[in-house]
């Protein structure tokens, strides 16, 4: 007798769609009706060592029968894991039919929940298991889990990976944020100015860190003109940095009691990958009796990396900007200016590939 034979995969289980049909030497197909069938497993074209076997009645119309491998013996994902190549033998009605038939990569589709990956040498690296509640989990070169994807769970528990399993340094041009808070009334001086509070951030790659400042200014003491000054500053100390402050006050007030002004400022700057410290700061614009204060203090600082796109900067020397455009000074006096402002496109700065 003789056969041909395509082979299909049913999903979701480990059976295999076998069609073969029998004929006798001529061509001519068998009769109608049942016929024992036996299938085998090797790992090669001609060995004794059978890997999996069943039997089982077929039923042929024309000589075309299908019959469902494992479906009488279960087969065993390790048997498609474990072995490169695989060979099915058919015997009818206790006749071997020779040669037997090499398994295409498609029925290797039906374990994928036993994958291995190997190096050059052969190695394995990575291989995946399907535990009994039909969880996929990725393991590691030594059996160490990874990567869990749990069967029928949705949102959080749907994933689970190890602690510390992602950091910066992974996540690279994903943004990160930082923000820090202080709620210490401190008083402003006239002099240099004084940190409101900090925030520190790690970013993993160049681009755009944008700081947002917040805080009341808390001025009294005085019917005369009283307001201070908030900036957003890397270095400790010195004077109001145009445009970056922002001023709150009055030029004169109808007693000395306390009176609040929301102060909001925000600042942009373009940074290489690595750990940078910002400050909230701020100075008082008056003498006493004149008294300012800030209170309830925040900076939040967040990342974008520079594939973000354009992100705009105020400078008075527009050198390495080809995109430059002078812009006019607000009406607020400024002493510490000199010479003209320009806003320029920080994509300039970037490494063109």
Known sequence: MTMCNPVDVIAGETLISYQGRLTWPGGTPVVDGEHFVGFSLYADSTGSNVLWQESDTVLTTEGLFVHL???QTSLSSSIFIEHEQLYLEISIEGETIEPRTRLTSVPRSAVAEGLCVSDDTGLVVLKTVVDSGGSLQL??????????????????????????????????????????????????????????????????????????????????????ANSARIQIDETEGGVSQYPYYTQAGLGGYVNTNVNYFPAYVT????????????????????????????????????????SYGWVSYTTTDPTGFPSALPIRPGSVKVPERTGSCYEVDLRDLEEKK
């Open 69 to 71: 491998l494992g479906s």
């Open 267 to 306: 600042r942009t700057y373009y940074k290489q990958a690595g750990e940078w410290t910002f400050r909230l700061e701020g100075r008082a614009m008056n003498s006493p009796p004149a008294l300012a204060q800030s209170w309830d203090h925040i900076l939040t600082a967040i990342y974008f990396s520079s």
């Open 139 to 224: 393991l590691d070169f030594e059996g160490n889990p990874g990567i869990t994807l749990q069967g029928g769970r949705v949102g959080d528990s749907a994933v689970i990976i190890p602690e510390s399993a992602i950091n910066s340094y992974e996540i690279l041009d994903e943004p990160g944020i930082a923000g820090y808070q202080s709620s210490n009334l401190i008083d402003l001086s006239t002099g240099e100015m004084s940190d409101l509070v900090e925030v520190e951030i790690t970013i993993p790659d160049d681009g755009y860190i944008v700081l947002i400042g917040k805080c009341y200014l808390l001025l009294s003491g005085t019917t005369g």
